[in-house]
């Protein structure tokens, strides 16, 4: 089977430095999505990664290493607006796109 | 372009009463997938259509549970009849093509069961 683990909450002050982190354990392996969902709102595309390393994109990076079955997601110069939950997700490693997801990681941003 | 929308945002209903929810992927959009997620546990996949066609139902809790994508549009998921444990926030998402392409999420509905 998959399962993925992450933090259930994280806490962080604004303009600070915040690494969220998940494991995961697939047969298969197909990348790894982070998506962002502020409450009541849908849950919306951050990052994909397939390849091992670390990918930028602004404010926020994503890491994979995928010997270890573990990425990350770092989100810099923390704004209050980053108040979120973040989910990592999976691609079904059985060939077809469902999404394995995990719990997600509840980023509260203080003052 | 618009994005993935849910309709209704809301529904509350009682135990026993029948609801339809009702999505409508981006436009071009030819996979279309519903999830739900119950209280303080992960979104869960139900089903994926290509389509018109239901590509994998794995996810479908059991036959009070119809979802139908008719014309490769837009998606219902009805519910018949609703019982409490159905409560829950049901997704939607779609993307351009199957093999690990992004999925792109609505809103939500939020059910509730009396």
């Known amino acids: 089977g998959q399962n993925i683990d992450q933090p259930t909450e994280m806490t962080a002050t604004e303009g600070a430095i915040v690494q969220i982190n998940c494991t995961y354990q697939?047969?298969?392996?197909?990348?790894l999505f982070w998506y962002q969902q502020h409450a009541g709102e849908a849950p919306t595309f951050l990052s994909y990664?397939?390849?091992?390393g670390l990918e930028e994109k602004g404010r926020f990076s994503s890491f994979l290493s995928r010997s270890k079955g573990y990425s990350y997601l770092l989100l810099k110069e923390l704004q209050m607006k980053d108040s979120a939950s973040y989910l990592c997700?999976?691609?079904?490693?059985?060939?077809?796109?469902?999404?394995?997801f995990g719990a997600g990681t509840r980023l509260a941003v203080h003052p | 372009e618009a994005g993935v929308t849910q309709f209704p945002s809301h529904s509350v209903i009682e135990k026993g009463q029948t609801v339809t929810l009702r999505c409508d992927p981006i436009?071009?959009?030819?996979?279309l997938y519903w999830y739900r997620r119950v209280m303080g546990k992960e979104i869960k996949f139900l089903l994926h259509?290509?389509?018109?066609?239901?590509?994998?139902e794995s996810g479908m809790p059991n036959n009070r549970f119809l979802a139908e994508r008719t014309g490769g549009t837009y998606s219902t998921l009805k519910v018949q009849p609703a019982e409490l444990e159905d409560s829950g926030v049901y997704f939607c998402?779609?993307?351009?093509?199957?093999?690990?392409?992004?999925?792109?999420f609505g809103p939500g509905t939020r059910l509730t069961v009396l």
């Open positions: 998402a779609s993307s351009q093509d199957q093999i690990t392409d992004t999925q792109y």
């Open positions: 697939t047969s298969g392996f197909n990348g």
């Open positions: 990664n397939v390849l091992d």
């Open positions: 997700a999976v691609p079904f490693s059985g060939g077809y796109n469902k999404l394995i």
């Open positions: 436009s071009g959009h030819d996979n």
């Open positions: 259509f290509v389509k018109e066609s239901k590509q994998d």
